[in-house]
């Protein structure tokens, strides 16, 4: 599975950005897809995932309300729509794919990702 996440630039705070994943190669079944983002000198961090069973995400308090991810199936695509954006919000955001069931794992944790997209920068200014 090769992701590829784009649409990454930079927009001026208050503003909004959408990011995609596209997902293609080899058919696996994807089970959480997943946004991440690390900023220059910190540790990447979870921003968000969605359950491609039911479409149900789920969001980091940092963001809750802010944004929002979706998909389209047809696409193979991934969304994560960013409004309101801060200048904290400054960082290279990552896709990643779960393709395999845990036990006890959540979204959040990095471990459970089997794939993940190259990144795609986004600058926020004040």
């Known amino acids: 599975v090769q992701l590829q996440a784009s649409g990454g630039g930079l927009v001026q705070a208050g503003g909004s950005l959408r990011l995609s994943c596209a997902a293609s190669g080899r058919t696996v079944p994807t089970y959480v897809t997943g946004w991440f983002r690390q900023a220059p000198g910190k540790d990447r961090e979870w921003v968000g995932s969605i359950f491609m069973s039911d479409s149900r995400s789920v969001y980091a308090d940092s963001v809750k309300g802010r944004f929002a991810i979706s998909r389209d199936n047809a696409e193979n695509t991934v969304y994560l729509q960013m409004n309101n954006l801060k200048p904290e919000d400054t960082a290279v955001y990552y896709c990643?794919?779960?393709?395999?069931?845990?036990?006890?794992?959540?979204?959040?944790?990095?471990?459970?990702?089997?794939?993940w997209g190259q990144g795609t920068l986004v600058t926020v200014s004040s």
């Open positions: 990643a794919a779960n393709t395999r069931k845990y036990g006890s794992w959540e979204p959040s944790v990095l471990w459970g990702y089997d794939y």
